[in-house]
C-alpha cells in the first residue's frame, strides 16, 4: 500500500461479494489508542471498545500508548505504572523523517535500545497487546469464531503526514502483530476521523453539496484534510484538497511545560530531583492542567476572577523560592503562563486550516465548516481560539470525537 489516501470515500454498507466481511479498527495513536469493529451489513451497529485490562471501573473509549517490561512480559496500557520508567510515544519513532522533539520519545529510544530491540519491535507488541484484547472482547460478547469464519478486514489509522518509510515499519508492525499483510488497510487519521465525526453532529449540521475541513488534533500530531458531501444517504464523501498535518500535537505542550518548569525552579535544582519527582509535575500538567485549561474568556471582558485562576504543582524537593512562587516544595503557576504554553501550537494549527480553506476556495468550493476532533481537539481552549479566528465558518466539537 503506497497511499492512504482516496478520491472518493464511501461509508455505505456495500453488497457482500461472496464472504460478507467484519471489519476490526485499531486507532494507534502517539499517546492513547482504541479498539473498534463492525460488521459489514450493520455499519450502523459499530462497537467503540472501553473495556481495558486493569483500567478499572471507568468505561474509556482509548488505553495510554505505553509499555513496559517485567524481566520478559511485556505490560501495555492502564497496567504500566507511568511514575517509573516506560515507553511512550515510540509511535514517532516510526518516522525518523520529522524533527522529533517529543521528550519522551526520546527517552523512550534510549530504552529500547538498551533492550536490544527496535521501535517497530515495541510497535508490533503493542498491537499485539491491542488484537488479543480484541479478540478478548469477541470472545465476551459471543462473536469471537467471525475472526476465524468471515473475512476480516484489519485497519489501522496512520497519521496524514507518515512518510511512505512510516507506513511501511507501521505495516511490518502489524504483521508483527499477527494481522494478515493481505486483509490491512493504512487509513490516514482525518479520513477515519471525518466518517465518525459526521456521523456523531446533528444530522442537519452537513447536507449534500457542503464542504468541511476535518482537523484531527491528536498526541503527537495534527492531521487535516477537506472534503465534500456528494451523497448524504448514504453517506458518501469526496477529497477537496491533499491531507496536510504536521507534529503539534499536545505532546508538543508536555515539552514546552517540561521546559518551562525547568526554567522556573532552575535546571541544577531539577537535576537533582528523582525520577518519581521530575514525573509528579508532568501528571499534574497531563491529567489536569492541560485537559481543562480553559484560558480567558474572549467574549467577555469582566468573566470571573476564576477563570485567571493559577495552579498549584508540586516540586518536591525544590527550596523555597518566593520571587518564583515556589514555596514548601509547591509551585504556583500563573494562568497566563499556561497560555503561553497553548499559544505557539493553536497558530500553528491556525497555520494548517487556513491552507486547507485556501486549498478549498481555489478549488472552488469554500468550506462551510470546521470539524474538530481528537484528544487536543476536544480542548475547550483550542475550540475557543479557533472560533474567534474563522468567524467565517462554523467550527464544531463533536462528543467522544
Not at 53 to 73: A, C, M
Request: charged share 25%.
Amino acid at each position: 500500500m503506497t497511499d492512504s489516501d482516496v478520491e472518493e470515500l464511501s461509508v455505505s454498507p456495500s453488497a457482500p461479494s461472496g464472504q460478507a466481511k467484519f471489519f476490526l479498527g485499531f486507532d494507534f495513536g502517539t499517546t492513547h489508542s482504541g479498539i473498534a469493529y463492525a460488521f459489514e451489513n450493520c455499519p450502523e451497529d459499530l462497537e467503540v471498545i472501553q473495556e481495558w485490562p486493569e483500567g478499572g471501573n471507568n468505561s474509556s473509549q482509548k488505553v495510554p500508548t505505553l509499555i513496559s517490561f517485567r524481566g520478559d512480559t511485556a505490560l501495555w496500557g492502564y497496567m504500566v505504572n507511568e511514575m517509573k520508567p516506560c515507553i511512550r510515544g515510540f509511535k514517532l519513532l516510526l518516522d525518523k523523517s520529522k524533527n522529533l522533539s517529543y521528550g519522551p520519545a526520546i527517552e523512550s529510544e534510549a530504552i529500547i535500545q538498551s533492550l536490544d530491540k527496535k521501535p517497530v519491535d515495541i510497535a508490533g507488541i503493542y498491537l499485539k497487546k491491542l488484537m488479543s484484547h480484541a479478540r478478548t472482547i469477541l470472545c465476551r460478547r459471543g462473536i469471537e469464531s467471525v475472526l476465524d469464519t468471515m473475512d476480516v478486514q484489519y485497519i489501522v489509522t496512520v497519521p496524514a503526514v507518515w512518510s511512505d518509510k512510516a507506513k511501511d515499519l507501521t505495516m511490518q508492525a502489524a504483521r508483527l502483530a499477527g494481522i494478515p499483510q493481505a486483509n490491512l488497510v493504512l487509513l490516514s487519521e482525518p479520513e477515519a476521523a471525518a466518517v465518525d465525526a459526521i456521523r456523531t453532529i446533528q444530522p442537519n449540521s452537513i447536507t449534500q453539496d457542503d464542504c468541511f475541513i476535518v482537523c484531527d488534533a491528536g498526541g503527537g500530531t495534527v492531521d487535516l484534510i477537506t472534503y465534500k458531501v456528494t451523497q448524504k444517504d448514504p453517506l458518501r464523501l469526496e477529497e477537496v484538497t491533499e491531507g496536510t498535518g504536521a507534529i503539534c500535537g499536545s505532546t508538543i505542550l508536555d515539552n514546552a511545560f517540561q521546559k518551562l518548569l525547568i526554567e522556573t525552579i532552575s535546571k541544577t535544582h531539577y537535576d537533582q530531583l528523582s525520577d518519581e519527582a521530575k514525573r509528579i509535575p508532568m501528571r499534574i500538567w497531563e491529567k489536569d492542567i492541560k485537559p481543562n485549561y480553559a484560558g480567558q474568556d474572549l467574549e467577555d471582558a469582566d468573566a470571573d476572577d476564576f477563570l485567571d485562576a493559577g495552579y498549584i504543582i508540586p516540586v518536591p524537593g525544590v527550596p523555597d523560592c518566593p520571587e518564583k512562587h515556589i514555596r514548601n516544595g509547591m509551585l504556583y503557576f500563573e494562568s497566563e503562563q499556561v497560555e503561553k504554553i497553548f499559544r505557539p501550537v493553536v497558530e500553528q494549527i491556525k497555520s494548517l486550516i487556513s491552507d486547507q480553506v485556501l486549498g478549498a476556495k481555489l478549488a472552488g468550493i469554500p468550506p462551510k465548516a470546521v470539524i474538530l476532533v481528537g484528544g487536543l481537539g476536544s480542548s475547550e481552549y483550542v475550540f475557543k481560539a479557533l472560533k474567534t479566528c474563522f468567524t467565517g465558518m462554523e467550527v464544531m466539537q463533536p462528543r467522544n470525537a
